[in-house]
């Protein structure tokens, strides 16, 4: 499934978390394990951690969501987000991650 917003956010911080957060919680994307991410952006608002958009990201995709999964997924992530030479290649790390 494409996400667009969330993967443009979690790769580029474009557009605001505030947007993100709102649409997802407008249509609430349905995935295995997603409702308790869900209610935290009920909660927190843009205040979401980025690493929960991370997880959710993955359980979106029909991934785990465990630490090691979600680590991983924060440095390319966090590769693709600096930019340079090496933000292609993060971002193909990323669409893999996700397959």
Same mark, same amino acid.
């Given at each position: 499934? #494409?996400?667009?917003?969330? #993967?443009?956010?979690?790769?580029?911080?474009?557009?605001?978390?505030?947007?993100?957060?709102s649409?997802?919680?407008r /249509?609430?994307?349905?995935a295995? *394990?997603?409702?308790?991410?869900?209610e935290?952006?009920?909660?927190? *608002?843009?205040? /979401?951690?980025d690493?929960?958009?991370?997880a959710?990201?993955?359980?979106?995709?029909?991934?785990?969501? #465990?630490? *090691?999964?979600?680590?991983?997924?924060?440095a390319?992530v966090?590769?693709a987000r600096? *930019?340079?030479e #090496?933000?292609?290649?993060?971002?193909a790390?990323?669409?893999?991650?996700l397959?």
């Amino acid at each position: 499934m #494409d996400f667009p917003l969330l #993967d443009r956010y979690l790769l580029e911080g474009k557009p605001p978390k505030e947007d993100v957060v709102s649409a997802l919680l407008r /249509t609430r994307p349905e995935a295995p *394990g997603a409702a308790p991410f869900y209610e935290g952006m009920k909660i927190l *608002g843009p205040r /979401t951690p980025d690493l929960s958009l991370m997880a959710l990201r993955l359980v979106l995709a029909g991934k785990k969501a #465990d630490d *090691g999964s979600v680590k991983s997924f924060r440095a390319i992530v966090e590769r693709a987000r600096k *930019g340079g030479e #090496d933000a292609a290649a993060a971002i193909a790390s990323y669409k893999e991650a996700l397959e």
